[in-house]
């Protein structure tokens, strides 16, 4: 059709053998008659994450009342949606794609996490979600923020105030002696890297996983804990939203978003169950036992 040809297709793709991908991390906009060719005289290989006609625009949410009006501002902590009379169905589910010689073949995806180190050899892994779950942030002055971060976007410094979850560190402290932690968020780095520093006084979190880690999914930054390289039955995600583990809801242990509720003591209730679980040898056993799992 005439509105076919003259949209574009928006590519998320990231770069095999790149170990980062340049913040914030956009969709780059290729003509529909555009041939793998072209990209292949820029890249070595393409990996296929997401496909969609139309425009991302960010989503309702209350980021966007609090934040200057720019885009890339808009998509520092926020997901990105789309229209979903433009949207071409994408199962990122299944194993990432290539084309070699103008065909399209399976490959296996590089695991997002390198070997287990020695001091975690057995112990299961816990991927651990950042705003609304450890901290709250805000784009408005808070007079009890707990960090103050600067954030450089389009040539200027915002201030990116920072609330920390009531009992937050003596879960981060008791969680690093019990799991291989992964802080997984969808937030750019250049934001929850420096709340990372702050806030991980034990180094509880062996690695840090931010958006380019995730699958964009439906109108959602999905973490797909498939990716990971770790055995699915050793494998918990701790988050708030649903949406970000809704590849692997077996797997989630959910927590009640949290904003500025200083009697919230959520994190510091959940430290016994943990405590019990990190004996188990399938996590799946204790989860649908807790009637937690699906």
Same mark, same amino acid.
């Given at each position: ?8 297709i ?46 991302r ?7 966007l ?9 808009e ?8 229209k ?23 490959v ?18 816990v ?41 937050v ?9 019990l ?8 937030s750019? #780095?250049?934001?929850? /890297?420096?709340?990372?520093?702050? +806030?991980?006084k034990?180094?509880? !979190?062996?690695? *840090? %996983? ?24 050793k494998?918990?995600?701790?988050d708030?939203?649903?949406a ?12 009640? #978003?949290?904003?500025? /509720?200083?009697?919230?003591t959520? +994190?510091?209730?959940?430290?016994? !169950?943990?405590? *019990? %679980?990190?004996?188990v ?14």
């Open positions: 059709s005439a509105r076919r040809r003259s949209a574009s928006h590519w998320a793709w990231t770069l095999q053998g790149v170990e980062s991908v340049p913040q914030p991390c956009l969709p780059i906009p290729i003509p529909l008659n555009q041939p793998y060719s072209q990209l292949k005289k820029d890249v070595s290989s393409i990996v296929l994450n997401d496909i969609s006609v139309g425009i625009c960010p989503c309702p949410c209350r980021f009342e609090e934040a200057p009006q720019s885009w890339h501002f998509s520092l902590f926020c997901c990105l949606c789309h979903e009379t433009e949207q071409i169905p994408v199962n990122n589910n299944a194993p990432l794609l290539v084309e070699e010689n103008g065909t399209i073949s399976k296996p995806a590089k695991p997002l996490l390198p070997q287990i180190k020695s001091k975690d050899s057995g112990k299961i892994c991927v651990i979600d950042l705003d609304e779950t450890l901290v709250h942030s805000s784009f408005k002055p808070v007079n009890n923020a707990d960090f103050i971060i600067p954030v450089e976007i389009d040539g200027t410094v915002h201030q990116v105030y920072v609330l920390k979850r009531p009992n560190d003596e879960y981060l402290k008791r969680m690093g002696e799991f291989e932690c992964v802080l997984f968020t969808a750019l #780095s250049k934001y929850a /890297d420096p709340v990372s520093d702050l +806030l991980d034990w180094g509880a !979190f062996r690695h *840090r %996983l931010f958006r380019e880690s995730c699958v964009f999914h439906q109108g959602n930054y999905v973490k797909d804990l498939s990716r990971l390289g770790r055995d699915l039955n494998v918990i995600i701790v708030n939203s649903p970000s583990y809704i590849f692997h809801p077996d797997n989630a242990v959910p927590v009640t #978003s949290w904003f500025e /509720d200083m009697a919230d959520e +994190l510091l209730d959940l430290i016994p !169950f943990f405590e *019990r %679980l990190s004996q040898e399938d996590v799946y056993d204790i989860l649908k036992q807790q009637g937690i799992a699906s």
